[in-house]
């Protein structure tokens, strides 16, 4: 009998902290508030060289674009005379990073700007109209 007792209030204990815990976890999700990241607008920008870039030119131009503010250093892709980099557009545009760059380092080259019939292109890889990502979109409501 005592047995019996002990196995009850086992059960009945083990119970109401899985209530509690499981009440205390419904008022984590019916109070979180989504998270607001303070994260910058990068850009992409590009500047195309006119002539050849080698291996000692690239790191120059990466050094005196990592002394612009507003690019981070690991943003900085240099190949086939293109120099590629993505920028905080709350900081700094495309057009001050190439004129601080060029008044640094008397580069011959001019600044990427894209052409009209591509500018108003929709840039986004998903299909707006597919259910996976019609679905992904009311979760994300549900839940923020």
Known sequence: MKINKFIKKGLWTGLIILVLFFAIFLFHIIT??????????????????????????????CS??????????DSIIVKRNVVVY???NKITN???????????????????????????????PVNQNSLSYRLSQKLNRFFN
């Not at 920008?45 to 050849?52: G, L, P, V, Y």
């Not at 674009?65 to 250093?73: A, V």
């Not at 990073?97 to 600044?111: C, E």
């Open 32 to 61: 979180a508030k989504p998270a607001v990241y303070e994260s910058p607008n990068l850009q992409v920008s590009r500047i195309d060289f006119k002539t050849n870039i080698d291996s000692l030119q690239a790191k120059q131009i």
């Open 64 to 73: 005196d674009l990592r002394s612009i503010k507003g690019l981070t250093s």
């Open 86 to 88: 993505f920028h905080n």
């Open 94 to 124: 495309s057009k001050k990073v190439f004129d601080q760059l060029i008044a640094i380092g008397h580069y011959d080259a001019q600044r990427y700007i894209l052409p009209e019939n591509l500018a108003g292109k929709e840039v986004c």
